[in-house]
C-alpha cells in the first residue's frame, strides 16, 4: 500500500516532535517553578501529537513549517498558562514575527498565497480587536496574555479563510464555557478562574484541521 504524502510526514513528525518536545521544555522554567522530568516527557508527546496531525493534514504543502512552528510554540504556552495561568510575552510577541515571516515565505507556493496573506493580516487584526474589547468590557473574562496571543491564531485562522476563522473562534469559545462549566462542579465556586489560553489554542486547532488540506 502506498502512503500519501501526508501520512509520511505525520511518520516522521512522530520523533522529530518528540524530541522539539523534550528540547523546549526547559524554556517555560522561567515562569514555572520547576519542569520535571515526567512533563517534559508530556510535552514531548504532546508537541509530537499535534505536529503529527498538522503534518498528516497538510502534507508537504508549503504552509507547513508556519504550522509546526504554531504547534511547537503553542504546546509551550499552553503548557506555562496550565501551571502559572500566563502566557509569557517571551514567546507571543515574537510568534507575529514568525508566523508572518512563515506565511509570507509561503504564500507564492500556494494557490492564492497572496490572497491567503492578506486574509491572514485581516484575521489578525480583526481577532485581535476582538479580544482587546471583550478586555475592555469583561475585564475578568480574560487577560492581557489572552489578548496578545489572539492576534497570532487570528493570522492562521485568517489564512484559512473566513469558515476557519468563525470556526475557530466558536470552537474556543465553546471549549472555554465547557471548561468553565467543569470548574465549577469541581471546586464549587463560580468566581474560580482558569487558564483560558489552552481552549484558544485548542479552538484554532480545530479550525485549522477542519480546512487545512494537502
Known sequence: MRLSSGSMVALLLVPVGFVVGLLSAPLARPFVDEVPRRRRAAMGLVTAGVCT???????????????????????????????????????????YGVAAALLAAAAPFEDDGFARFRHALLGMAVLLALYFAQALLV????????????????????????????????????????????????????????????????????????????
Open 53 to 95: 496531525l498538522l503534518g498528516w493534514r497538510v502534507g508537504l504543502e508549503p504552509v507547513l513549517p508556519a504550522l509546526l512552528y504554531l504547534g511547537v510554540v503553542g504546546t509551550l504556552l499552553g503548557f506555562v498558562d496550565v501551571q502559572v495561568r500566563r502566557l509569557p510575552d517571551r514567546f507571543t510577541l515574537p510568534s
Open 139 to 214: 475585564p475578568s473574562g480574560i487577560g492581557l496574555g489572552d489578548v496578545k496571543l489572539s492576534g497570532v491564531l487570528g493570522l492562521y485562522l485568517g489564512w484559512f479563510g473566513l469558515d476557519a476563522w468563525v470556526l475557530g473562534l466558536l470552537a474556543t469559545y465553546l471549549l472555554g464555557g465547557l471548561t468553565a462549566v467543569a470548574v465549577l462542579i469541581v471546586r464549587r465556586d463560580r468566581k474560580a478562574e482558569f487558564p483560558f489560553g489552552p481552549c484558544m489554542l485548542a479552538g484554532t486547532a480545530i479550525g485549522v484541521l477542519a480546512f487545512a488540506t494537502g
